[in-house]
């Protein structure tokens, strides 16, 4: 090892096990509900495997206009988007130094990310009336890539700079209650509106 391998920042291997882990899991669900997708487009009478039950189901919501919010289905978002973390992860891990634009481009694109599965979850249980179990692998694979790297870049000042540095080694070890606090939530808001589930 030379003396400037040795100066050089070991990776991030937390976030980048983290990103790899999640980011996986998300693409996968992704890609798994627009197999669906694909499947009722070519056979509409056909049985999904993700039909469950009346309230428990994918095909139930393809037909809703939530389904494809941009004029295309959602999971190209998800199949296309997945890649990211993954990819950051990949570097991460190789000992790639991104530097601070695109950490904080990189941070908007998860925070959207997040805020986008958060609407869908809103629109599933409060208004549609309807879980997409592909679409709760999705959200529950978003929720801690979210959450840390939001702990993570603000304990590097990766995010807003150096200023965030001090308040970011004070929440990071806690990120962990803000991911299971934000699934309490959704756990929650579905025991109460879909009673049922409990019995299936």
């Excluded at 990776?11 to 992704?30: C, D, E, H, K, Q």
């Excluded at 481009?105 to 925070?111: E, K, P, Q």
Aim: hydrophobic residues 55%; charged residues 10%; glycine residues 8%.
């Amino acid at each position: 090892m030379t003396p400037s391998d040795a100066r050089r920042p070991r990776p991030a291997l937390g976030l980048a096990v983290v990103l790899l882990v999640t980011g996986s899991i998300g693409w996968i669900g992704s890609a798994a509900l627009l197999i669906e997708r694909i499947r009722s487009l070519q056979n509409p009478g056909t049985a999904l495997s993700c039909d469950i039950s009346p309230f428990v189901s994918c095909g139930a919501l393809f037909d809703r206009w939530q389904a494809s919010l941009f004029g295309f289905p959602n999971p190209l978002l998800g199949v296309a988007g997945f890649v990211a973390p993954i990819a950051v992860a990949a570097g991460l891990l190789t000992g790639a130094r991104f530097g601070s634009w695109y950490w904080r481009l990189f941070t908007l694109g998860v925070f959207s990310a997040w805020v986008f599965v958060t609407w869908l979850y809103t629109q599933s249980v409060y208004v549609i009336g309807v879980l997409c179990p592909y679409c709760m692998v999705v959200w529950a694979a978003t929720i801690p890539m979210w959450w840390y790297l939001l702990a993570w870049g603000l304990k590097h000042g990766t995010i807003f700079g150096d200023r965030t540095r001090r308040v970011g080694r004070q929440i990071f070890p806690f990120a962990w209650v803000a991911v299971l606090a934000n699934y309490a939530v959704i756990v929650l808001t579905i025991l109460v509106q879909f009673p049922s589930v409990l019995s299936l």
